[in-house]
């Protein structure tokens, strides 16, 4: 099936997003091109890895749309979206990311908006739109590192009842952002995500001193990379491993998340597989992820 490569809805044939999609991550009716190839989007977010604040191992650009030229354009400040290319260490790394968050979003996870876009020598990358502008005006952000006081040196240092107790103290409404918080690390453990650490859950201070939990980012299939990864980078009811039904039933129980959420992300399964099946990933990758969710799956029998 043809799916829009934003919200992975069913899209007519040839067509690669809906309109609607394209309104909603760019704000006009096209989709925007780039002159840039993959080493010059390497080779820029070196030059530029000084004046922007975007951290992480992985090549990342900060993106704005010029909309007279119709092109995505690099620029240090100001920045409307991220661009991550492909890179050299491992395979796939766009459509793995752009498919996991579109699953995220077909099971009702807040996700920003994002598609896979070409660069000028065919290659693909991932761009979304940043969730911490509001008409160019930018949100106060910070990630559970700093929430919590940890340096970014030890964001794999902590658990997941500590960013759900943290979220019950600061939060709003600390009941729903903590629900939020399992449905993205249960669906994390689904798709083999094993990498999700501290700088990967945010907060997001509003004008209003508003504090709530950030729309959900960087989720990938990190197993799919790295077949020996943990089942998680934090620690769930003590463990990064062996993760069964029961220690998500723990913390369901303590944090008084009701079962039938965790229910109703299950009875999704084949969602999952649909959108693996309808992807931009390769054959053997489609195979491998299958794999590892079905794996997944069946820890909850």
Request: with cysteine; aromatic share 8%.
């Amino acid at each position: 099936m043809n799916r829009c490569f934003s919200c992975a809805g069913p899209a007519d044939a040839g067509k690669k997003m809906h309109k609607k999609c394209i309104k909603n991550l760019f704000g006009v009716t096209y989709i925007p091109q780039t002159d840039l190839t993959l080493n010059e989007v390497t080779v820029k977010a070196q030059e530029m890895a000084d004046k922007i604040s975007i951290s992480g191992v992985q090549a990342k650009l900060s993106m704005k749309l010029n909309r007279k030229s119709k092109k995505l354009l690099p620029i240090a400040s100001g920045a409307e979206y991220i661009l991550k290319p492909q890179v050299n260490t491992y395979r796939e790394v766009p459509e793995n990311e752009n498919l996991c968050m579109s699953i995220a979003g077909q099971l009702g996870i807040n996700t920003p908006p994002h598609t896979l876009i070409k660069l000028k020598d065919g290659s693909y990358a991932y761009i979304i739109k940043r969730f911490d502008r509001i008409n160019g005006d930018k949100i106060n952000q910070e990630d559970f590192c700093q929430v919590l006081g940890k340096s970014k040196e030890d964001k794999y240092r902590g658990s997941v009842e500590q960013i759900a107790g943290k979220l019950k103290e600061i939060s709003e409404i600390p009941a729903l952002d903590i629900q939020y918080l399992y449905e993205r690390v249960l669906f994390s453990f689904l798709i083999g995500n094993g990498d999700a650490h501290l700088k990967n859950y945010s907060v997001n201070y509003t004008k209003t001193a508003d504090v709530r939990l950030s729309p959900a980012y960087d989720i990938l299939s990190s197993k799919l990379l790295i077949p020996k990864e943990e089942d998680f980078a934090l620690a769930l009811n003590g463990k990064k491993n062996n993760l069964r039904k029961s220690d998500f039933e723990e913390f369901s129980g303590r944090f008084n998340i009701p079962w039938k959420i965790t229910e109703k992300i299950l009875e999704e399964k084949q969602i999952f597989f649909d959108l693996i099946a309808d992807s931009q990933l390769s054959p053997d990758y489609k195979e491998k992820l299958s794999g590892i969710v079905s794996e997944r799956f069946s820890r909850f029998k």
